[in-house]
């Protein structure tokens, strides 16, 4: 076990053995193992939003097996999914690939202010598919975050008590937040301060943007002089709201774009001292070879191989 993976365990003695176990499982693994750094492939978007608008562009995604099949070939440190996808391939992937069951799921056919996802499976579910860790998504700012909050630290209890590690999606959304608010340097920061409050051993999070929308955050940010010039320096501003960087923060890889503009954010990620990026869309929705190709040079540049 290298040293970076050492220190960073460190930060998780409050956690049972199991729990830790399975959190140096994840950042042992693949191609970026032993490094601190990680690429993990979550794949709930045909829950989230409809196999067409997940699959079309390439339609072996269709396929259960194709994304475990591709988190293997890629060396990633995990693969993420709905309870129907890793029940699919658990029996012959779980042994040879972390996986992380998603817990709740929340589909695109209602349109809502106010998300509130179903709670989908559990962390027993988990153990039973030989998974690593569960995830969650919470939406700070929701009218319904308290009841997801409760949920949440439900969950976190049993995961713990069975040994399991917990990924916390939290995107801020609804309420009075605007769609550039969701995505603005204080609301992203206050959500993985929160994610991290509630007990989640990872945090994802969206990149940040510089926008500032509630006036009383405006005014702390400009009388500290806290830098959220660049994407670089934001990106460290969240990782610092995570207690002080003590927590492992990693970012979304969002919607589809072209490939220099999500170099150019792993760059960000890297520089700022993130954990690394958790990318569904950007790799999937492309054929294999050429998938496995993006993955790889996203994790040339958390190496340091790549400028």
């Known amino acids: 076990m290298s040293d970076r993976?050492?220190?960073?365990l460190s930060w998780y003695r409050h956690d049972n053995p199991g729990v830790v176990s399975n959190i140096a499982r994840m950042l042992m693994h693949g191609r970026l193992g032993g490094s601190g750094k990680l690429v993990i492939l979550p794949v709930?978007?045909?829950?989230?939003?409809?196999?067409?608008?997940?699959f079309a562009a390439n339609p072996a995604g269709y396929d259960p097996r194709y994304h475990f099949e591709l988190a293997l070939a890629a060396g990633c440190n995990a693969y993420a999914a709905p309870l129907g996808f890793i029940e699919s391939g658990a029996?012959?992937?779980?042994?040879?690939?972390?996986l992380i069951l998603k817990a709740n799921s929340h589909d695109g056919l209602h349109a809502e202010t106010d998300p509130m996802p179903a709670q989908t499976a559990t962390a027993r579910d988990a153990v039973r598919l030989g998974c690593a860790a569960v995830g969650y998504t919470i939406y700070p700012g929701s009218q319904e975050r308290r009841l997801l909050?409760?949920?949440?630290?439900?969950?976190i209890a049993e995961a713990k008590s069975l040994g399991l590690a917990t990924v916390v999606w939290s995107y801020p959304r609804g309420?009075?937040?605007?769609?550039?608010?969701?995505?603005?340097?204080?609301?992203?920061?206050?959500?993985?301060?929160?994610?991290?409050?509630?007990?989640?051993?990872?945090?994802?999070v969206k990149l940040p943007s510089?926008?500032?929308?509630?006036?009383?955050?405006k005014k702390v940010y400009q009388a500290e002089g806290i830098p959220v010039?660049?994407?670089?320096?934001?990106?460290?501003?969240?990782?610092?709201?995570?207690?002080?960087?003590?927590?492992?923060?990693i970012f979304s890889g969002g919607p589809t774009k072209d490939d220099e503009s999500v170099f150019d954010e792993a760059r960000a990620i890297r520089d700022g001292g993130g954990f690394g990026s958790i990318i569904g869309r950007n790799s999937f929705q492309r054929p294999k070879q050429e998938?496995?190709?993006?993955?790889?040079?996203?994790?040339?540049?958390?190496?340091?191989?790549?400028a």
Do not use: C
Request: hydrophobic share 45%; net charge negative; charged share 25%.
């Open 5 to 8: 993976v050492r220190e960073i």
């Open 44 to 54: 709930d978007q045909g829950f989230e939003h409809g196999p067409a608008r997940s």
């Open 91 to 98: 029996a012959d992937y779980a042994w040879r690939v972390p």
């Open 149 to 155: 909050y409760e949920q949440l630290r439900e969950l």
């Open 175 to 204: 309420g009075d937040l605007s769609k550039s608010g969701e995505t603005g340097i204080y609301v992203v920061a206050y959500a993985a301060q929160i994610a991290a409050q509630l007990g989640a051993d990872f945090i994802k």
């Open 210 to 217: 510089d926008h500032l929308e509630q006036s009383a955050a």
């Open 229 to 249: 010039g660049t994407l670089a320096e934001r990106v460290r501003h969240v990782v610092q709201s995570a207690f002080n960087g003590q927590r492992i923060v």
């Open 291 to 306: 998938a496995v190709a993006f993955l790889n040079a996203i994790m040339d540049i958390y190496a340091g191989k790549r």
